[in-house]
């Protein structure tokens, strides 16, 4: 099972504002590791959004931001969109699993 | 910028093994380490182990330890992901994935690039 917790779905008009949060532990974001960002649509591959809690990487639309606040992180999308509608999945490490996680994932929907 | 190609869909019995391949190409393969990710029908995305293309050999995640092989070969730029005693919940997409180097320790890396992923289905 996940040890990063997402909100099963989170869903918003075009032009509104959502927000994405992660939930971690003291074994993973709450011992500074960084956490990373990705889309997910069905049948492709998933694609790097956020890396490094904040960074977005090139080609990436600003309409896309990374915050932390102490164990829980955030990914923020302005601007909704319908081709924002994906699944989303935080990632970080864990020092317990000595692996890598990804959270329980998050299904946005543009209505 | 780095283009990683899998190999097709393959269809198994419960109890053998696959191995998927994962080529890369527009990139220094040896550069940068490489991750296995897998996703079950209506399940997340889930870390099977990382390898970096210098040693050859991989780590795995501790739920596939003993059944999961990672490796990676320079010479033909590819990395390899072989498990084995599969199982009917080992059907999933596989894919592999680079990973970005962050602050020197793996474990602020991220996947920056991924490959299309390989369609494994276990039956018995």
């Known amino acids: 099972q996940s040890v990063l917790t997402q909100p099963p779905s989170v869903s918003g008009a075009p032009g509104q504002r959502v927000t994405i949060s992660c939930t971690g532990s003291?074994?993973?974001?709450?011992?500074?590791?960084?956490v990373h960002w990705y889309q997910h649509l069905p049948g492709t591959a998933p694609k790097l959004l956020i890396y490094?809690?904040?960074n977005r990487p090139s080609g990436v639309p600003d309409r896309f931001s990374g915050s932390k606040s102490g164990t829980s992180v955030s990914l923020a999308i302005t601007g909704l969109q319908a081709e924002d509608e994906a699944d989303y999945y935080c990632q970080s490490y864990d020092i317990s699993l000595s692996g890598y996680v990804f959270g329980t994932g998050t299904k946005v929907t543009v209505l | 910028q780095v283009q990683m190609v899998q190999s097709g869909a393959e269809v198994k019995k419960t109890g053998s093994s696959v191995k998927v391949s994962c080529k890369a190409s527009?990139?220094?393969?040896?550069?940068?380490?490489f991750s296995w990710v897998r996703q079950a029908p209506g399940q997340g995305l889930e870390w099977m182990g990382r390898?970096?293309?210098?040693?050859?050999?991989?780590k795995s995640a501790q739920k596939f330890q003993g059944r999961v092989t990672i490796s990676a070969d320079k010479s033909t730029t590819t990395a390899y992901m072989e498990l084995s005693s599969l199982r009917s919940d080992d059907t999933a997409v596989y894919y592999c994935a680079r990973e970005g180097t962050g602050r020197g320790s793996w474990g602020y890396n991220w996947f920056d690039s991924w490959g299309q992923g390989t369609l494994v289905t276990v039956s018995s």
């Open positions: 490094g809690i904040i």
């Open positions: 527009g990139g220094t393969f040896s550069s940068y380490p």
């Open positions: 003291s074994s993973n974001i709450g011992s500074g590791y960084d």
């Open positions: 390898v970096i293309p210098t040693v050859g050999i991989g």
